[in-house]
């Protein structure tokens, strides 16, 4: 990517359109941090990408565009445009206004594949492996040192603190203003939020001990109303959408719990499986920072593309087409909690019968506070009816995912305790008895 006249340029001179915003206006810091591999391989030009939304993206393939690379630089966007509009108001010091653009553009660097669903493949969080990319010896930090970053500035850009966390981590952060409409935009639906009116929102007003604090303006208090309910809409229906819900509890397990099991015990070779994806689904050691750049979607697809030539019958089923004809196979069901209580009493391990639950909130209560003209900062949660009654109250979402394939498959293969599939179930249902015993 180049700078011309201030914008964003792809590498062929076309300006970067972005779908929220068009054109981005950037610096050439910001063109240097996004030429960085560690940047790139979030879903540069040529690149498959991180998926924003993960699983999703089998129930909208809309959602396959719509990669942590676009949400970073729309997210950077979004904060350029809060501090322009604050700069005018003398309230943000120049320093910070450059740290908190980068810390934006650089939030997302520690996603793998799958985004959020990935994270459980390796156990570490996004959050931990941006830190590790920024302060560690990458590409990322030396741009920064080379623009004049100094080792306390870099440290700065992934504080969860104070003015930076609710900037990029808070209840109405510019994360959220972002994904949000993006989200909807490559799924095909259609939200009624104002996000300039959001944006506008956001002010700085100073607390009790005289520090800076983003709060929300209490004029646009209708329009936080809105955000939050559609929040919680999108949830319901693109987050949690059946594909996501199932995959999770299917496919998700199966490579990690399944696939470990069947090389371990020499059912299947390892041959023509990435180096840096056996380590992960061995648990042989950490990874270092130039495994964890290999760690896109092309790295997940071309596993699943492996898994599904091996001499297997479920990993055949399961991982075919990249897991999308398995995933869409499914019946997914709503269940209520007593019925998820039953599943558990008489459920044993299995991939063709499972459970899923998600559960979230509208919003968490000591998020962000709204400010009064007369200078008082009160809590969201206390100032309007829907926020007094949504505030802290957890929406359990829980679903019986069904595949009469994958459980025809199970159903014979706990007949032949020999199979590696009926030796896994049965290995697996001991586990489970001696945890409950214990």
């Not at 560690?38 to 959602?63: C, H, V, Y």
């Not at 390892?270 to 270092?288: F, R």
């Not at 639950?357 to 209560?365: G, H, L, M, P, R």
């Amino acid at each position: 990517m180049i700078l011309e006249n201030g914008i964003l340029h792809n590498d062929d001179g076309t300006p970067y359109k972005d779908i929220l915003y068009g054109e981005i206006p950037a610096e050439q810091l910001h063109v240097d941090l996004i030429n960085t591999e560690f940047f790139q391989r979030m879903g540069g030009e040529g690149r498959k990408g991180i998926l924003q939304n993960g699983f999703s993206a089998i129930d909208f393939p809309g959602l396959k565009n719509n990669t942590r690379f676009g949400h970073s630089i729309g997210v950077f966007h979004k904060t350029n445009q809060i501090l322009e509009i604050r700069k005018k108001r003398n309230v943000v010091h120049p320093a910070y206004q450059r740290i908190a653009k980068v810390s934006a553009l650089l939030h997302d660097l520690g996603h793998i594949f799958l985004s959020h669903a990935g994270e459980a493949m390796i156990g570490v969080s996004h959050e931990e492996w941006t830190k590790r990319i920024i302060e560690g010896d990458t590409d990322v930090n030396r741009v920064l040192t080379a623009h004049g970053f100094t080792e306390k500035d870099i440290k700065m850009l992934t504080s969860k603190t104070g003015f930076f966390k609710r900037l990029l981590d808070g209840a109405v952060d510019n994360d959220k203003q972002d994904y949000l409409p993006r989200d909807a935009h490559w799924a095909g639906k259609k939200l009624g939020t104002n996000f300039d009116r959001i944006m506008q929102s956001l002010i700085v007003a100073f607390n009790e001990a005289g520090d800076p604090e983003i709060c929300i303006d209490k004029k646009y208090l209708s329009d936080i109303d809105q955000m939050m309910s559609e929040r919680r809409w999108m949830y319901q229906n693109v987050y949690f959408s059946d594909a996501p819900m199932t995959a999770e509890s299917a496919l998700l397990p199966m490579v990690k719990e399944y696939v470990p099991f069947l090389i371990k015990n020499g059912y299947i070779t390892d041959n023509g499986i990435d180096p840096v994806m056996l380590k992960i689904l061995l648990k042989s050691g950490d990874l270092s920072l130039s495994e964890f750049a290999k760690c896109d979607e092309g790295l997940w697809n071309d596993t699943l593309d492996v898994l599904s030539q091996k001499d297997d019958k479920l990993l055949r089923c399961m991982t075919a087409n990249h897991g999308e004809d398995s995933i869409k196979n499914y019946n997914v069901s709503y269940v209520s909690k007593e019925d998820a209580e039953e599943f558990d009493e008489k459920n044993e391990k299995s991939f063709g019968l499972t459970k899923r639950v998600a559960s979230y909130k509208t919003y968490k209560e000591g998020g962000i506070r709204v400010a009064y003209p007369d200078g008082n900062l009160r809590e969201l949660a206390t100032v309007t009816a829907f926020m007094r009654e949504s505030a802290d109250t957890k929406i359990v979402d829980t679903r019986i995912c069904e595949n009469p394939e994958i459980m025809a498959m199970e159903k014979l293969a706990r007949q032949d305790e020999g199979s590696a599939l009926g030796r896994f179930l049965k290995e697996a249902e001991q586990t489970s008895n001696n945890i409950d015993r214990d």
